[in-house]
């Protein structure tokens, strides 16, 4: 895939980019980059899949509620990994025109990425690109979601049919919050990681 679009977009709105051709070239690059720090993990498949948890905590404390550590509770988690130094997580969906969407149940993740920590990655499979802003916010609510609601076994209209959203009002409504970065935060240290693979939803 030609990134050459995206990246210069993101780059004009503040963003460090990188591109990696494989997952596991994104791995050995975030293993490089992250030493000696508490990390913190937002729920993602992507990262997942690629391993980050594993390979960062040989040579770093890391916080991650999808992995048990200590004895320590998921909400003890999410508060250890929302105040570590350096934060992980995906995007729901990236437009290149450099909006980035993300849409959350507890909100941890979308918190984490918005405020608070020394810098930010996020790691975005080339599934994740859409053309604009309304398609990239329409890939979220409609593609990303119902597949996490699938995937958690929710009981909602979409994690049932899996083809769009319904705007549900169901208990185990997953989609509580919307963030949209149009540009990088103030201050904000954020590297975004292109992958040149389809990785999680
Ligand atoms: S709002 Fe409800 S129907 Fe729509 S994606 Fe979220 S959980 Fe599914």
Redesign the pocket.
């Known amino acids: 895939m030609d990134f050459t679009t995206i990246k210069s977009n993101l780059e004009a709105r503040g963003y460090r980019v990188s591109i990696h051709k494989t997952a596991a070239d994104a791995t050995r690059y975030l293993d490089t980059a992250i030493n000696g720090k508490t990390v913190g993990f937002g729920g993602s498949v992507t990262l997942d899949v690629m391993g980050v948890y594993e390979t960062l905590s040989a040579h770093n404390d890391c916080f991650w509620h999808w992995r048990p550590r200590d004895g320590r509770t998921e909400k003890e988690l999410r508060d250890c990994g929302n105040a570590a130094e350096v934060y992980l997580s995906s995007v729901n969906g990236i437009a290149e025109t450099g909006e980035i969407i993300n849409?959350d149940g507890t909100a941890n993740r979308v918190a984490a990425i918005l405020y608070g920590h020394e810098r930010v990655y996020l790691v975005v499979g080339k599934n994740k690109i859409a053309p604009d802003y309304e398609k990239a916010l329409w890939r979220a609510?409609?593609i990303a979601?119902?597949k996490?609601?699938h995937r958690l076994g929710?009981k909602?209209?979409?994690?049932v049919s899996g083809d769009?959203?319904?705007?549900?009002?169901?208990k185990?409504?997953?989609?509580r919050t919307l963030s949209v970065l149009w540009d990088k935060p103030n201050g904000a240290d954020i590297e975004i990681l292109l992958i040149d693979e389809a990785l999680g939803y």
């Open positions: 849409i609510r409609n979601s119902p996490n609601a929710v909602t209209p979409c994690a769009r959203c319904y705007d549900c009002k169901s185990g409504r997953i989609c």
